[in-house]
């Protein structure tokens, strides 16, 4: 983790490889087989339908506690982005449903959640934070409507924003762009292999996904992720830095 967090402080953003993800939680190719299940119980995005997307999804809302690395999970209430963020969006209220017992209940979770929030309280030194847990299927058919980030480049207004690549099927396409406000770009990726993580500091970065289409147009293809943010829960639960 040392490495990820060197190059969030240098560049603002880090690909960090399966083999990397799994030291650092601890597990193997069953837990992801186990938690990548809990895709198949996404439900339709009516906002991305608006715009001609298939997208699937559910969310969570978390108090992450970086004292005792504690998550404590939340009323859902509507989604908003803010300013600055994401400008399909802003001001907008979204209803979404919430994570499953099952989603919530996997190990998994919980340790990628204390992953990313120790990266989160090194680049900004907060007690507590608002984590939020966003995981999507992205649809695509010969027909269209594979784009995971119609809004384009964008930020989400959070401190450390993350996609976690679970699994993609038939999938062309996809590929992760991140760039610096003036619009240079610091990283091209397409992720294929799972347990792929990509890292980025939203403050200082901008990110999308283009599109993806089917390989063989017979059958649909799909990408699924997990998007989980860190944001500090209020300005007065920063920490000086000794």
């Given amino acids: ?9 240098e560049t603002g953003t880090y690909l960090m490889a399966p083999a990397e993800v799994n030291a650092c939680l601890g597990v193997g190719a069953a837990a992801w087989h ?19 997307t298939q997208r699937l999804r559910r969310y969570g809302h978390y108090l992450y506690n970086s004292a005792d690395r504690t998550a404590e999970p939340m009323p859902l209430c509507a989604f908003v982005q803010p300013d600055g963020s ?24 919980r340790g990628l959640l204390v992953l990313l929030g120790e990266l989160a309280v090194e680049l900004d030194p907060c007690d507590e934070w608002h984590a939020q847990v966003t995981p999507f299927r992205v649809v695509a058919t010969a027909a269209g409507g594979g784009n995971p980030t119609p809004e384009g480049l964008h930020r989400d207004g959070v ?24 619009g240079f770009r610091l990283m091209e ?19 999308g996904v283009s599109p993806i289409r089917p390989r063989d147009p017979d059958e649909p293809a799909w990408r699924d992720v997990l998007v989980l943010t860190f944001a500090p829960s209020s300005p007065s639960g920063r920490r000086q830095r000794r």
């Fill in 1 to 9: 983790m040392t490495m990820a967090l060197r190059q969030l402080r």
């Fill in 34 to 52: 186990l938690f990548g299940a809990h895709w198949d119980e996404l439900v339709r995005d009516p906002y991305a339908a608006e715009l001609g």
């Fill in 86 to 109: 994401n400008p399909l969006y802003v001001d907008r209220e979204r209803h979404f449903l919430g994570l499953t017992e099952g989603f919530m209940s996997d190990p998994m979770l």
């Fill in 159 to 182: 401190t450390l924003v993350s996609s976690l690549l679970i699994s993609r099927h038939n999938a062309v396409g996809g590929a992760s762009t991140v760039c610096d406000p003036e």
């Fill in 189 to 207: 990726t397409t992720m294929h292999e799972p347990g792929t993580l990509l890292l980025g500091d939203d403050r200082r970065t901008l990110h």
